[in-house]
């Protein structure tokens, strides 16, 4: 199976698109995700939207909008309230993780790979078989 993330953006007016994305795709639709963490003392939330793996082929791909939202536990604001909407709507509980920021890695895909890490050890996602 190959778990990759796809960034949309980072959540300024493609929380649309993300938010369509789960929304077109209930049927595949596994977990509805935010991910917490600071950047410059300022604390921010990636939000994204975990489908099933396809099959056949395996691939899982996990959409993303990246570090652009304020964190609705410090900063209330319209844009996690629309992605909150529509968890409720889809009858999903979004996901809360505190992670490290993606400025600390040499490369975006080492970032997304220990995000894929912290997914599988809480059983979010599937292990590799």
């Known amino acids: ?43 921010v939330t990636s939000l994204a939207v975990i489908l099933k793996p396809t099959d056949p082929g395996g691939f899982q791909p996990l959409y993303i909008c990246r570090e652009g939202i304020p964190n609705p536990k410090t900063s209330p604001n319209k844009r996690y309230d629309l992605f909150a909407d529509a968890a409720k709507a ?23 790979q220990y995000l894929i890490g912290i997914l599988r050890l809480n059983h979010y996602i599937a292990p590799l078989q």
Request: hydrophobic fraction near 40%.
């Open 90 to 112: 889809l009858n999903k509980e979004i996901i809360q993780l505190a992670v490290k920021p993606s400025a600390i890695f040499n490369e975006k895909e080492l970032y997304y």
């Open 1 to 43: 199976m190959i778990q990759r993330f796809i960034e949309i953006g980072e959540g300024y007016s493609d929380i649309y698109e993300l938010i369509e994305i789960a929304q077109a795709n209930k049927h595949r639709l596994s977990h509805m995700a935010a991910f917490h963490t600071s950047i410059n003392n300022k604390e």
